[in-house]
Every structure is written in structure tokens, then in C-alpha cells.
């Protein structure tokens, strides 16, 4: 974690800043809709509906 970290502060210093202003990348992306989520709160896990196989 601590070489990530290090890693993370040498590029900064170096200036590239693309790679900061693009970030997160592999971060999920659910409830962007800040005022939806707030109206609308997601209280209970519900499991996703399996695919149903092909007859």
C-alpha cells in the first residue's frame, strides 16, 4: 500500500495530471444521480435475476 502511495505522489510531482483528472477507473459506477438516490434510497438488497437458460 505504502509503494502505491509513494508511486502515486512521484507522478503527481511529475505533473501528470491527465492521470488524476481521469480517475477513478475501475471504480463502480451506481447511484451518480445524487438527488435520485436521496429521494429514492436503496434500503434492501435484492439479488439480481438469474438469466433464464435458452429451451
Given at each position: 500500500?505504502?509503494?502505491?502511495?509513494?508511486?502515486?505522489?512521484?507522478?503527481?510531482?511529475?505533473?501528470?495530471?491527465?492521470?488524476?483528472?481521469?480517475?477513478?477507473?475501475?471504480?463502480?459506477?451506481?447511484r451518480?444521480?445524487?438527488?435520485?438516490?436521496?429521494?429514492?434510497?436503496?434500503?434492501?438488497?435484492?439479488?439480481a435475476?438469474?438469466?433464464?437458460?435458452?429451451?
Amino acid at each position: 500500500f505504502c509503494d502505491a502511495l509513494l508511486n502515486l505522489a512521484r507522478r503527481a510531482k511529475a505533473g501528470e495530471a491527465a492521470r488524476f483528472k481521469a480517475a477513478p477507473f475501475h471504480a463502480p459506477r451506481r447511484r451518480l444521480d445524487e438527488t435520485a438516490a436521496a429521494r429514492k434510497p436503496v434500503l434492501r438488497w435484492t439479488p439480481a435475476e438469474a438469466p433464464k437458460a435458452a429451451e
